[in-house]
């Protein structure tokens, strides 16, 4: 007989749980299923239900049980490191989420890492199951993207001037989604993006409904083109009773030039090229063949054409050369032949002491030998507005380790960690590009074996961030089951962590 208890449960006091001898479908077999309330500890009892304890009876026993999994909250989009911890968990384990595998892409000693697989926004079980048919059960274990009391702000889009219909807003809209605590962003959350009658496209999506997922900062944003001449009702979401909206005014012109991402920030010193495109409307529609005259109207900067021409759609496009760039620069799109009506771009500069780094996606994935590292996606924002900084440095140092098990409690003593080896390290600069984005790829020769790759980078004088990035070994004979598990990259989401918090994640 099994019996289950608390651990501070009396001496004769029923069990939580218990199971009557031979109850198993397997010969000589006693199975025990049992439903742990609550967190905490529990000791297991097994009994001779004879009660006289020859010395020639053996027992044999198992259990099969997941105890936790980490982190607990994920992204919509499959890609989460899930590490599950418990009793009797092996390469051999079978995981599931809302009843899609989650893939086991290392074993450990005292745990098993997950690939988690895509679910829709809500909270899920993890089921486990053992090559012998034991299961294991943890109950709302994870909470995938945004779920109930989560918040959803507007951080821009609410302030835009009236805009030619077919033409870009100034102002993009862009949203963060937070936990209920109003400070924790939400990362890997979908919000959908709607407008009333329609009236709206979504530059992002192209359409006029669109659906985004939230950045590890908990942001979403998306250009507005509105369609028809009114004021439209724009709306973002994370569920019906979480949304916000703001409006956009738009009107049609017998002419009109609209800008294209009107306004563009760069960093201090920076050199490059910017794209300026405008569209040519009448009335609400594009004007093809029309000749566009640009021009700089304050600062340095060169175009590498004055003129352009409207394609089908009504754009016209050139480029704006920068160098070493210490003043704003301002410019102009004029419609031809009358130089009227204009629309105006502007470059702003951004000193080096205001540049900040944000995480975006990829910076602390977890893959197993038989799989490859994707990239790591960083932004280099203005630190004031966040609004994304073009041309700004980035300085990253990363370094290769052996990777080494963590060690196992043994008692209540901890033994010591091995000292770190190094294998290989490397100090780059890179340049961020549009929408301040910049692109790691990370690598380690394959003849390493598994890996820790910390990486610190930063941007100008600002703080570091600083990431790690592991490859553990893959389980034996392990096969991809799919095109997506060979090339990898497993998102773990921090949704408490600061904006750009520097921070040290430990090896685990």
Avoid: H
């Amino acid at each position: 007989m099994i019996g289950l208890w608390d651990a501070a449960a009396a001496l004769g006091s029923p069990p939580l749980a218990s199971a009557f001898y031979f109850n198993s479908a397997e010969a000589g077999t006693t199975l025990l299923n049992a439903l742990l309330p609550a967190a905490g500890n529990f000791k297991l009892g097994i009994a001779d239900f004879r009660g006289d304890g020859r010395p020639d009876f053996r027992y044999r026993a198992r259990v099969f049980y997941g105890d936790s999994v980490a982190p607990q909250r994920v992204s919509v989009q499959s890609g989460a490191a899930l590490t599950g911890r418990g009793i009797g968990l092996d390469a051999s384990t079978t995981a599931k989420i809302n009843g899609k595998t989650a893939t086991v892409i290392a074993a450990l000693a005292d745990r098993i890492v997950l690939a988690a697989p895509s679910v829709p926004d809500g909270t899920y079980n993890l089921d486990l199951k053992a090559a012998d048919g034991a299961t294991s059960s943890m109950v709302n274990a994870l909470t995938y993207g945004a779920t109930t009391g989560d918040q959803i702000a507007l951080l821009q889009g609410g302030a835009n001037p009236a805009t030619p219909a077919g033409g870009e807003a100034p102002n993009p809209i862009r949203v963060r989604v937070l936990q209920a605590d109003g400070i924790a962003p939400v990362p890997g959350a979908k919000v959908s993006f709607s407008s009333s009658s329609g009236g709206v496209v979504f530059s992002r999506c192209g359409s006029s409904s669109c659906s985004l997922i939230t950045d590890e900062q908990g942001e979403a944003s998306s250009s507005m083109m509105p369609m028809a001449a009114g004021t439209f009702t724009v709306t973002a979401a994370i569920s019906a009773s979480a949304s916000v909206s703001t409006s956009v005014t738009a009107t049609s012109p017998i002419l009109a030039i609209s800008a294209i991402s009107q306004s563009m920030w760069v960093a201090q010193g920076g050199s490059g090229s910017l794209p300026l495109t405008a569209r040519v409307l009448a009335n609400g529609q594009p004007v093809a063949n029309r000749s566009v005259r640009y021009s700089v109207t304050q600062g340095t900067a060169s175009l590498s054409s004055a003129t352009g021409v409207t394609d089908a759609q009504g754009y016209a496009t050139t480029s704006l050369t920068v160098s070493s760039l210490a003043a704003g620069v301002n410019a102009s799109a004029c419609v031809m032949p009358n130089a009227s009506p204009c629309s105006n771009f502007y470059i702003y500069v951004v000193p080096a002491s205001a540049l900040r780094l944000q995480y975006l996606a990829g910076d602390q994935q977890t893959i197993n030998t038989a799989q490859n590292f994707s990239p790591v996606r960083l932004r280099v924002v203005e630190s004031a507005s966040l609004v994304a900084v073009q041309m700004a440095p980035v300085t990253v140092l990363s370094a290769v380790f052996r990777w080494q098990a963590p060690p196992v409690v043994n008692g209540l003593n901890l033994p010591p960690p091995p000292p770190p080896v190094v294998l290989g390290s490397t100090l780059a600069t890179v340049y961020s590009g549009s929408e301040g984005m910049v692109t790691l790829t990370p690598s380690a020769a394959a003849s390493f074996g598994a890996v820790v790759v910390k990486v610190i980078a930063w941007a100008g004088t600002g703080l570091p961030l600083q990431f790690e990035l592991q490859r553990l070994w893959a389980p034996a004979g392990w096969v991809a089951t799919s095109t997506a598990d060979r090339s990898f990259a497993t998102y773990p989401l921090r949704p408490s962590r600061l904006t750009f918090s520097p921070r040290y994640l430990p090896t685990d």
